[in-house]
């Protein structure tokens, strides 16, 4: 994205915060260096280049024509979009994700769900024979993403007939790929490995999956 600066001359603006640049490679380096990949960004898909964009089908159509968007397999668009194109002002869209509360019929605690993956998944763990309780957001884990120390907090903690538990995250198949889930997951790994549980994260195919075989857990009773 560029915008006219007062003297005339094309440059390089942020879409993230709204930062000029008059060099492209140090306007790179402030998305990649600054901001979220998946939230704020996503990168081209392409080795030569790994531009971080807001919209890839948009870029590879304007500046990889050659490449058929078919192709691409991945998150397509960022999740938050900022508009910076009104003077003095900044317009920012948020994605209308599903969010609410859920009672456990298992626990009788309201969870809260921020997308209709968690929610579908919610339904399936109170329906699944073999689970005896699950909670959301249990804890955090410390992770490094780019040199720098965060926290990630998984999204549900599941305790199992069998005494065994399990930690999963609830991911859109389409953020799998990205650097920053890599490096969350590792670490949730790590930590779950030391307590002798496991770390599992479900996508919306592995959800259906499990709904299915808690359907025929269901027709075996």
């Known amino acids: 994205m560029t915008l006219p600066f007062s003297d005339g001359s094309s440059k390089y603006c942020c879409f993230c915060c709204g930062v000029r640049f008059s060099d492209y490679n140090e306007f790179t380096s402030h998305i990649i260096d600054n901001h979220e990949e998946g939230r704020d960004y996503v990168s081209c898909p392409l080795d030569h280049c790994k531009a971080p964009v807001r919209d890839v089908a948009l870029h590879l159509k304007v500046k990889h024509p050659g490449f058929n968007v078919k192709n691409f397999k991945g998150q397509a668009r ?123 994260v479900y996508t919306e195919q592995r959800i259906s999956k499990l709904g299915q075989e808690v359907r025929r857990q269901k027709i075996d009773e």
């Open 78 to 200: 960022a999740i938050v979009w900022h508009d910076f194109s009104a003077k003095g002002k900044k317009k920012t869209k948020k994605p209308r994700f599903k969010q609410g509360k859920y009672e456990s019929t298992k626990t009788g605690k309201i969870l809260g769900y921020r997308s209709g993956l968690e929610e579908k998944l919610y339904k399936i763990l109170d329906s699944h024979d073999d689970v005896v309780s699950f909670f959301a957001e249990p804890f955090h884990i410390d992770y490094i993403h780019k040199g720098q120390a965060h926290k990630y907090t998984p999204d549900i903690l599941v305790n199992f007939m069998d005494g065994s538990k399990q930690v999963w995250e609830v991911k859109p198949s389409d953020q799998t790929d990205l650097e920053m889930n890599k490096n969350k997951w590792r670490a949730a790994e790590e930590a779950c490995k030391i307590r002798g549980w496991s770390f599992q």
